[in-house]
């Protein structure tokens, strides 16, 4: 790989509480809904469960070490909900300290602590009393937002409020694959509004409470671009429409503009959307933010058309049969285009996210400046004498940091790039099975060892340096 970015760029890797952390009733943590879903039988993928993850939280020192020798300038990592509020309400501070330790590790290492609020995981009491179809749940979300930023304010200052809403608004309540598991298309889209006014309170509290100090707020969203399977065929480019408009338009527009997309609305009128919009929450969920997380691991390419007869329906490979995640347009279907796979089963198309990154400026002009906080891929990585020569990762990454370069030099606005993930961990309803670490975990005894992938990274962000952006990574923001 060849390409150059900018100096400032900014180099991390990615990582989750729920998928790393283990310590699930430690030190108070109280049951999160992925805790409890994946107590349900056949619900994660070999019966595994987030209780022990990675064990990050009882190795945070060893795996900032780890980011400290691959020259990370940013550790993309989530707080637990659970830990923090347990019973959905009381403020745990023994949960805290497990963070104010992290951020300590992080800053003493020279890494830029990127801190998500929510990544999935709902504490089971709030879920007890709706979760997200109920507008409670947004406000509580605020005053969690508040007790994190207490105790860790002074010490951070790039703050994500939500993780790819779409997936535990839509995979969670809808396609039932994600927790809580149901399959309920009006829930789901109360989810959907719920989340998001839940981030624009959140925006606004932070931004009261850091008063003069300087803060950067943003969200991430998970994007694709949705190409249809025929661009001659109408139902292919209807299918587009809606998947672009379920997956992207849903969630950009809100938060950017204040709206919801008109042809989406159109599409699920009868599932009750704007019944729980209120006067003025469109002004809330669209309060300003100072970038936009964009994570992306690959294309759609979508039809209208039922399979063929005596084909099986071409759902998303990660979708439980039979259960679609898109309310409204349950007749989608995804044809293969014959690309390579990832062990996702995710087609690896690298100028998909040049392409995403470059509409993304065009489309939305006022956007604040990008940052991809998420990428990577899955693979049947084997240990061999003590190294994982993962050769598909290798060229993965190197190949979407290519297409990052080139969309920069397009015009794209992009600040840094976060790999996914830093460690192999709980990957949701795959259980530990699927590999997206760029450092090995032994399960047995959670030792760590660097894949090629690790190194070939390391060699990018020391070579990046090299060109003139040694020492610690600035970032300059908009407002920041
Ligand atoms: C993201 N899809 O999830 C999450 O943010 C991570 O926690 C997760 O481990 C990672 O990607 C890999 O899966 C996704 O259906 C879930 O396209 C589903 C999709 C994409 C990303």
Redesign the pocket.
Known sequence: MSATFPTSFLWGAAT?AA?VEGAATEDGKGDSIWDAFAREPGAVAGGDTPAEGVDHYHRSAEDVALMRALGLGSYRFSTSWARVVPDGRRVNPAGLDFYSRLVDQLLEAEILPWLTLY??DLPQALQEQGGWTDRETALRFADYAEAVHDRLGDRVQHWTTF??PL?SAL?GHVGGEHAPGWTDPVAGLAAVHHQHLAHGLAVRRLRELAGERAISVGITL?L?NAVPHDPDDPADLDAARRLDGLWNRLFLEPVLLGRYPEDVLADVEHLGLTDHVRPGDLETVAAPIDFLGV?H??DDNVSGRPPAPGEPPSL?P?DRPGRSPFPGSEHLTFPSRGLPRTA?G?EVNPDGLRELLVRLGREYPGAPPLYVT?N?SAWDDVVEDGAVHDTERVAYLHAHLDAVAQAITEGADVRGYFV??LLD?F??AWGYDKR?GIVHVDRATMARTPKDSALAYAAVIAAARADGTAGAPRVPERDA
């Open positions: 989750a998928q990544h999935w993780n790819e997936c995979i998970n694709t994570n691991y690959h998303r990660t996702m995710w998420e990577g996914w993930s961990n990957e949701w997206f």
